[in-house]
């Protein structure tokens, strides 16, 4: 929906919104992501699998002593609990899509949930490190025959799973426009997916080395390899996430497009604020200078056509009042 709001002088002044145009107008809070339904349904598939997965891959780490397979298996453990909160996360913005209490609806409630799981990945990734060192300056026995193919079995469940995550076509469209980050919940799961695939193949690999050539150190070493990767995501995704929560400004570019098209007619933008509300949804803030003959219904005309914008006020001033700036 979107709201002007003129302030120049009572005779350029347009007639107010009727009643029937405010009533909509206060009832449009969901800014859900196109693909939220299939998102939370493979959310929870993936949950179940990846709990299966992480009871094989502990009990394998802790019966043939292997590292790799046990940071593995800390992964997962924490893929199940962020995957559970994406999930749950899900269901509540669903539920809450159009709770009064939410004064942007409830569509950044993913975004919310992605930084908390940024904050799980950057945990793991040190409990990794520092299980990795330990095992490196003490080394113990691995039993590579038992863990070897536990380990290729976790990797081929993990890529299922990176499969089921992938941003459906909705999200794929957002980002051929303006919303580069689309739905972070579902990008965040995928994310912690794809780095416990890549944990899986550095364990595959020490584990192959030490079983072939004999280098104790090739498994911890590997899974201080996965560490760092796993840091390197988290860090990604805590930066994505915080943009978001703290309404950085979300498509510069988007912003731009706005400003040319409101100025298209000589008009000045005196302010202009581009947040996020959800996925593929976000709202606008701009002050217009223009002269007596501007009217909202043409600038109304120029904003057509860009969907990313759910929510826009447009405050309109006259060429007198543009010294004073934005309230």
């Known amino acids: 929906m979107v709201l002007y709001r003129n302030t120049m002088s009572s005779a350029n002044r347009p007639k107010t919104l009727d009643p029937g145009a405010l009533d909509a107008f206060r009832q449009d809070r969901t800014y859900l992501g196109a693909d939220h339904a299939r998102n939370e349904r493979r959310t929870w598939i993936v949950t179940v699998i990846c709990a299966g997965t992480l009871i094989a891959q502990i009990m394998g780490g802790v019966l043939f002593h ?50 908390a799981n940024a904050v799980v990945l950057a945990v793991v990734a040190i409990l990794i490190a520092v299980e990795s060192v330990s095992r490196l300056l003490k080394p113990e026995a691995v039993d590579y025959d038992s863990a070897l193919p536990l380990a290729i079995a976790g990797l081929a469940v993990t890529v299922v799973c990176v499969v089921l995550l992938r941003p459906g076509q909705a999200q794929a469209h957002d980002r051929d426009l303006h919303d580069k980050d689309g739905d972070l919940n579902i990008s965040a799961a995928h994310l912690h997916l794809t780095a416990d695939a890549a944990v899986s193949v550095l364990a595959i690999a020490g584990l192959a080395a030490g079983r072939q050539l004999g280098w104790a150190w090739a498994d911890p070493l590997a899974g201080l390899a996965g560490a760092a990767l796993v840091a390197q995501f988290a860090v990604t995704l805590l930066r ?15 912003a731009a497009q706005i400003t040319e098209r409101l100025q298209a007619g000589g008009e000045r933008v005196l302010d202009l604020h581009l947040w996020r509300l959800g996925p593929g949804h976000f709202a606008a803030v701009a002050v217009v200078a223009g002269a007596s003959q501007t009217s909202v219904e043409g600038l109304r005309a120029r904003l057509k056509g860009l969907a990313a914008l ?18």
């Open 310 to 327: 759910s929510h826009v006020t447009v405050e309109l001033r006259g060429d007198g009042e543009a010294g004073h700036g934005p309230h």
């Open 66 to 115: 292997s590292m790799a397979l046990t940071a593995s298996g800390l992964h997962m453990a924490a893929h199940v609990a962020a995957l559970g909160t994406a999930a749950v996360a899900y269901a509540l913005a669903r539920r809450w899509a159009s709770d009064r209490r939410f004064a942007w609806g409830a569509g950044k409630l993913g975004y919310l949930a992605g930084f």
């Open 240 to 254: 994505r996430g915080a943009a978001a929560l703290l309404d950085v400004n979300p498509s510069p570019a988007l």
